[in-house]
């Protein structure tokens, strides 16, 4: 009975989706009171699609060390993020800016948009988003789109009039195969003069524009009808024809064929049938045409009729370059013929997708200046370039979906009163490690671990294999470069750099690793073995930071999409990216490693209230009254809790300049910066939560070896692997391997390997 209940429940949830997205048909003169109403029912191409990216809002991002306002549409939240396009938001904002330039008849009109770039880059996920959310909106009540269908057969003799007969009157009816817009049934002027109307009534930033002419179809039913009801001397000739038993108006959901067209790299045909269609001769002599061409008789299956209304997207362009100077003419004169004599009007908004085989074949006559035969059609293209991802953590995301089944967009939005906190949860994102259930040679299920932050390493040497070496500045590295490009801000110990302080205007994320070839690194990893045991930990099923990057690099030579002169290069960046894995493991041992160092809040805060005091010459409040600030506490701060000074920097409790200037520079300056940009008229000091100060926090968590070698001084790193019992090295090890397994995400067996790789390199210098 559970069983059945569920399945009910399911039954009845597709019932009321489709009942959601589905209206009964109404009269035409219904359908112009709703225009009225609502104007984006009658939306040309270019509104609609552009009201339907607007629709879903947007968020904060940050991109190449930009802070940038992202559509939301382009995470593909209609279809749980599946085909987000991840990163290339400068690129996605400056087409939804064309969008809107065209929607509003401010230019642009004639041009195709492009969308051009390396494999990998997120362009099919666009068409594929594009289908998801357009299909997505037009479910919605803001987002309904409308055409007509028709009944031309009045009586049991007119019937072959129609494609088929049937005994049930819905037979008859026929919607038009190209989604013609209801407002194009109107004559010309009548039509001009009601969208104006329809305007005036809804001052909308963006009008709606008179639709173009009736399609050849919906046309050849309108003139059967209008000659029937002239012969029988009917005066009201347009009412007639568009009467509710004849004419109704009909919303549909937007899909690939209806309403957005599609054409793929193995479609074939004659350039006619891949753009419109092709005649069936079957159905002309159905018609009785008599040698005529009657329009009832074209499928109407080409690219551009199946997009009419909305979108016609032509995919891997570069195998349908001979259609591409076919519609050079198409956005100008927004017409493409059927055959000769009978044209059609379209309303569509073109879009191309290619790899960059077809700027090459487009610049193969460049030469020629004026006489290239490509010029035109190069002029038409407005071209939108997609790049490699330039910021680390959208290139884990991107790492993850592709390992996974998981597709919700990791959304860290940026919020202008804490944009640390996004950067935060972002890092955290990026180290968690990854399982993966598996089954080996021999049948059995297997579960590998990747340790934390073995995909973040994997994304950092991708994103810096893809970064512009040219003209750094001399403080800045490409690891440096690519955090910039990935939070718009570091920190180099207390001082804040910001991305805008740089230019970086090189050729960033045009060449480099593609996702696929580190998804596909990763794979064979997962089903290879490790030289690696352990006596009770299995440490064999276990790949760090240091197993993948060392596969990435050794695999580059065999990869055939690399030339010798990218391998040399991208092997030569590895050192780098090896040291910054390390440095974030050696921070995650450091921190459980000093777990318990913590300081109270409380501490924290009287420390900074007695800063203020000093520097300001003024005293404190206490329970015993006020009171001058306390040089013995504040020391004690400093040395013992922050660990940034010794007795040498202090006479007796007097601070030395450097301490002085690190109370001013760093704790006060943080506060009233902080302060600044919170600022309001009830804001006071002591309502500030001291913990989320971005620079205070940062200098109580720069945890040292210096401080752990202050704490445990009978701490020996060389005996990290085998501990004796009953040492401190021992106690020490246990304490943080449970720390990291429970705190950071590792397992028994990813933090015993972490920890042990940190201490080998640690054990170097102890000394």
């Given amino acids: 009975m559970s069983e059945m209940t569920e399945s009910t429940d399911y039954l009845a949830l597709a019932d009321e989706a489709l009942d959601g997205a589905y209206e009964p048909p109404r009269s035409l003169a219904e359908f112009i009171d709703l225009a009225f109403e609502r104007s984006g029912v009658a939306s040309h191409a270019a509104r609609y699609l552009l009201s339907a990216i607007e629709s879903m809002g947007t968020r904060t991002v940050v991109e190449e060390g930009v802070e940038r306002e992202r559509y939301r549409f382009f995470d593909d939240p209609a279809n749980d993020g599946e085909h987000a396009v991840l990163g290339n938001t400068g690129v996605l904002n400056a087409f939804v800016d064309d969008l809107r330039t065209v929607a509003a008849g401010r230019g642009k009109e004639e041009k195709i948009h492009w969308f051009d770039g390396p494999t990998a880059t997120g362009k099919s996920e666009l068409k594929r988003c594009l289908i998801n959310g357009l299909r997505a909106y037009s479910k919605t009540e803001a987002g309904r789109r409308y055409t007509v269908e028709w009944n031309i057969a009045a009586s049991e003799e007119d019937r072959n009039l129609s494609y088929a007969a049937g005994d049930d ?53 309108f003139e059967i009808l209008e000659e029937r009801y002239r012969r029988s001397g009917r005066p009201d000739l347009f009412s007639a024809v568009t009467d509710r038993r004849h004419l109704r108006v009909k919303n549909y959901v937007v899909d690939v064929g209806r309403g957005i067209g599609v054409l793929h790299a193995e479609d074939d045909g004659s350039p006619k049938e891949r753009l419109v269609g092709s005649w069936m001769p079957g159905m002309l002599r159905e018609l009785n045409a008599r040698g005529r061409k ?72 460049a030469d020629r200046n004026d006489r290239d035969p490509l010029k035109a059609l190069k002029r ?131 060449h480099g690793i593609p996702v696929t070839y580190t998804r596909d690194t990763i794979a064979d990893l997962l089903h290879g073995e490790t030289d690696r045991a352990h006596p009770d930990l299995p440490v064999e099923d276990v790949l760090t930071p240091e197993d993948v990057l060392h596969a990435m690099a050794e695999d580059l030579s065999a990869a055939p999409v690399f030339s010798r002169a990218e391998i040399a290069e991208y092997e030569g960046r590895l050192a780098t990216v090896k040291e910054h894995a390390f440095e974030l493991q050696e921070a995650d041992v450091l921190d459980a490693v000093l777990s318990d160092k ?100 940062a200098v109580l968590e720069a945890h040292s070896w210096e401080d752990v070698r202050r704490i445990h001084d009978d701490l020996d790193p060389a005996q990290w692997d085998d501990p004796p019992a009953n040492t401190e090295t021992a106690r020490v090890k246990a304490a943080t391997i449970d720390h990291m397994t429970t705190e950071q995400g590792y397992s028994e067996a990813s933090a015993e390997l972490a920890s042990r790789h940190v201490m080998r390199e640690v054990k170097g210098r102890w000394d």
């Fill in 169 to 221: 009157a819905e037979d008859d009816w026929y919607q038009s195969p190209v989604q013609a817009n209801p407002l194009s049934v109107f004559p010309p002027d009548v039509r001009a003069e009601l969208v104006d109307a329809i305007n005036a009534a809804n001052d909308d930033h963006i009008p709606i524009r008179a639709a173009p002419d009736l399609d050849p179809f919906s046309r050849e039913a």
């Fill in 294 to 365: 009657d329009p009832r008789a074209f499928s109407y299956d080409g690219v551009l009729s199946q997009g009419n209304g909305l979108l016609t997207v032509v995919e891997d362009a570069s195998q349908h370059a001979d259609l591409l100077r076919k519609l050079l003419n198409v956005p100008d004169e927004k017409r493409v013929k059927l055959d000769k004599g009978i044209g059609m009007d379209l309303d569509t908004q073109l879009v191309v997708i290619s790899n960059p085989d077809l700027d090459a074949e487009l610049e193969q006559f």
């Fill in 380 to 510: 038409r293209l407005d071209r939108h370039e997609f790049r490699y991802l330039t910021s680390v953590s959208l290139e884990t995301e991107l790492i993850h979906r592709e390992l996974t089944d998981e597709t919700a967009v990791w959304d860290a939005e940026i919020d202008a009163a804490d944009p640390e906190a996004a950067h935060e949860r972002l890092r955290e994102r990026m180290a968690e490690p990854l399982t993966v259930r598996l089954r080996d040679d021999r049948g059995r299920v297997r579960e590998r671990e990747l340790a934390p932050h073995a995909l973040e390493a994997a994304a950092m040497y991708a994103v810096v294999t893809r970064l512009d070496a040219e003209n750094l500045p001399p403080s800045i590295g490409l690891i440096d470069k690519a955090l910039l490009f990935d939070r718009g801000v570091v920190r180099d110990g207390d001082e804040r750099v910001d991305a805008d302080d740089y230019e970086f205007d090189g050729e960033d994320g045009a």
């Fill in 598 to 697: 913590g300081v109270a809040e409380e501490t924290v805060a009287e420390y900074v209230e007695h800063v203020f005091a000093w520097d300001a010459g003024e005293q404190v409040d206490t329970d015993r009254g006020a009171v001058d600030p306390d040089p013995l506490l504040l020391k004690v701060f400093e040395t013992e809790h922050l660990g940034r000074f010794d007795d040498g920097d202090y006479a007796g409790n007097e601070p030395s300049e450097a301490v002085e200037a690190f109370r001013r520079d760093t704790v006060i300056t943080a506060l009233n910066r902080y302060a600044w940009e919170h600022r309001d008229d009830d804001f006071a000091v002591e309502d500030v939560d001291l913990s989320t100060v971005p620079v205070i926090r």
